[in-house]
């Protein structure tokens, strides 16, 4: 059983910046591939960025190409989305998933594991 823990989200204006970070707990974690999900009330959770098991591929949702940079350091069990100039559209709760592969996918139903959301909120 593998355990997800997001923190660093928070209140930021627009044009900031913010780190997040998903603690990974309970399984071996450079088996699995990585994602980070948004959602906000009413709308399905949606892609935002992934990355396969040693870090080299990433895959980004065009929205946030260019802003969000997603990493992970195997080493620590941890997994990084450096999110910066912010946009209010940018506000949701943020998720990060885990899957039994080592191959990233954008596609929220082949996660096997999410953790409990942090919220982000870009004031205008």
């Known amino acids: 059983q593998v355990q997800l823990v997001e923190s660093g989200g928070g209140l930021v204006q627009a044009g900031g910046s913010l780190r997040l970070s998903c603690a990974a707990s309970?399984?071996?974690?450079?088996?699995?591939?990585m994602g980070w999900f948004r959602q906000t009330p009413g709308k399905e959770r949606e892609f935002v960025a992934a990355?396969?098991?040693?870090?080299?591929?990433?895959d980004y949702a065009d929205s946030v190409k260019g802003r969000f940079t997603i990493s992970r350091d195997n080493a620590k069990n941890t997994m990084y989305l450096q999110m910066n100039s912010l946009k209010p559209e940018d506000t949701a709760v943020y998720y990060c998933?885990?899957?039994?592969?080592?191959?990233?996918?954008?596609?929220?139903?082949?996660?096997?594991?999410w953790g409990q959301g942090t919220q982000v909120t870009v004031s205008s």
């Open positions: 998933a885990a899957r039994f592969s080592p191959v990233l996918t954008p596609t929220p139903i082949d996660y096997n594991y």
């Open positions: 309970g399984g071996t974690f450079s088996n699995y591939a």
């Open positions: 990355i396969n098991w040693s870090g080299g591929s990433t």
